[in-house]
């Protein structure tokens, strides 16, 4: 079945910016809508990016449209979400997960994503 492993993660001053990788195996990428999820410590999990199966659906949080990017590149099996002016707000634990029957209308429709990685931790302190 597939696996999700996220990497990429650490500690960034405010303004900085970090890549955060998302490598399946197990199974193609190329099948699956997904999005990029969060939790801070104490807060309830909120999506942050989707990208639907073929790319041609994408969406943000708000707060994060114009400095973060979803990319999706199938020939590495990876997906990658690109975080730029990085802000306290920030810091959380990040999730990729992959849903083969999703879609991507907004970041908060993440439910049917089945498949979820264990999390890379960004911390950007005040």
């Known amino acids: 079945q597939l696996q999700l492993a996220e990497s990429g993660g650490g500690l960034v001053q405010p303004g900085g910016s970090l890549r955060l990788s998302c490598v399946a195996s197990g199974y193609s990428l190329d099948r699956y809508a997904i999005t990029w999820i969060r939790q801070a410590p104490g807060k309830e999990r909120e999506g942050v990016s989707c990208?639907?199966?073929?790319?041609?659906?994408?969406d943000y949080l708000d707060s994060e449209k114009g400095r973060f990017t979803i990319v999706r590149d199938n020939s590495k099996n990876t997906v990658y979400l690109q975080m730029n002016s990085l802000k306290p707000g920030d810091t959380a634990v990040y999730y990729c997960a992959a849903g083969r029957h999703a879609v991507c209308r907004n970041v908060f429709e993440y439910s049917g994503m089945n498949y979820w990685g264990r999390g890379a931790q960004v911390t950007v302190p005040s």
């Open positions: 990208v639907s199966i073929t790319d041609k659906a994408t």
